[in-house]
């Protein structure tokens, strides 16, 4: 009789890898097969993967749940093929493209911990006990899964720009996949609250995150933003830091 108490709880469906590497993965696939589909062997092949190996399989679920790949048939028969939505953002090389950008932002959210994530905490993370309880206690998840899952999802959100204003990704319409990997689309609605300062008319918010336990920040932007604008702000941060580290700088007085 098998020992249960070796038995290892297996975790729900989250995505192995950030939407910014499945991408990469699924531009393999396209560099070969174009908009073709390709036997299991074949595809995990093209990533550098044995037939039987794990991590093929975890790249093909995660492109999955990310909405960039679909199968067909069973077993020896089974087919991998990208989706319209991978195709597109692949190769759509317009510079800006905003469908481009949309579409990344919708396929972000497909994967359902992080839809869940997203809504749950309108784009903004509190506390990391606060998310491994949360993963933990109400969604089951392995503790050992659970670093993993906060930095891809920190990775996809940072990568697909979520957290720019009036840049809503589960607005009605916005496909999601089931646990099988098939997509549907159910209406969802989210409609994130205004937090902190409010953004005025050309302003956006450029990025958002923690800087404590109890302390956050938002840089709000107006205009174009290149590299020089940002080394100007980290020489300027840099003066800052250097004024409140000065002990003469202390405007506090003793009597």
């Known amino acids: 009789m098998a020992?249960?108490?070796?038995?290892?709880?297996?975790?729900p469906a989250y995505p192995a890898?950030?939407?910014?590497?499945?991408?990469e993965r699924a531009k393999e696939f396209y560099s070969v097969q174009?908009?073709?589909?390709?036997?299991?062997?074949?595809?995990?092949?093209?990533?550098?993967?044995?037939?039987?190996?794990?991590?093929?399989?975890?790249?093909?679920?995660?492109?999955?749940?990310?909405g960039l790949l679909s199968e067909s048939g069973e077993g020896?028969?089974?087919?991998?093929?990208l989706t319209d939505v991978a195709l597109g953002i692949i190769r759509d090389e317009r510079e800006p493209s905003p469908d481009r950008d949309a579409a990344?932002?919708?396929?972000?959210?497909?994967?359902k911990i992080y839809a869940?994530?997203?809504?749950?905490?309108?784009?903004?993370?509190?506390?990391?006990?606060?998310?491994?309880?949360?993963?933990t206690h109400e969604r089951d998840y392995n503790e050992t899964a659970i670093p993993d899952l906060i930095a891809s999802y920190k990775d996809t959100v940072v990568f697909a720009k979520l957290a720019e204003p009036d840049k809503n990704p589960l607005a009605e319409g916005a496909p999601s996949p089931n646990q099988d990997g098939e997509i549907?689309?159910?209406?969802?609605q989210v409609t994130p609250s205004p937090?902190?300062?409010?953004?005025?008319?050309?302003?956006?918010?450029?990025?958002?995150?923690?800087?404590?336990?109890?302390?956050?920040?938002r840089l709000i932007v107006s205009g174009d933003v290149g590299v020089k604008e940002i080394e100007r702000l980290i020489a300027k941060l840099q003066l800052d830091k250097e004024i409140l580290a000065d002990p003469d700088g202390d405007e506090s007085t003793s009597e």
């Not at 020992?3 to 975790?11: A, C, G, I, L, Y």
């Not at 890898?17 to 991408?23: D, F, S």
């Not at 550098?48 to 093909?60: D, N, P, T, Y």
């Not at 549907?184 to 969802?188: V, Y």
Request: hydrophobic share 35%; aromatic share 8%.
């Open 3 to 11: 020992d249960q108490s070796k038995t290892r709880h297996r975790s």
């Open 17 to 23: 890898i950030p939407l910014r590497k499945a991408l």
């Open 34 to 66: 174009k908009q073709h589909a390709a036997p299991t062997t074949a595809t995990v092949g093209i990533w550098g993967f044995g037939s039987k190996s794990s991590g093929g399989a975890q790249v093909i679920s995660a492109l999955k749940q990310y």
């Open 76 to 81: 020896e028969s089974r087919q991998l093929q």
């Open 104 to 111: 990344i932002r919708k396929a972000a959210l497909l994967p």
């Open 116 to 135: 869940e994530m997203w809504k749950k905490w309108d784009g903004h993370l509190p506390a990391e006990a606060t998310v491994k309880y949360f993963l």
């Open 184 to 188: 549907k689309t159910p209406p969802i």
């Open 195 to 217: 937090k902190g300062v409010k953004i005025m008319e050309g302003e956006r918010e450029l990025t958002t995150g923690l800087l404590s336990k109890n302390a956050s920040f």
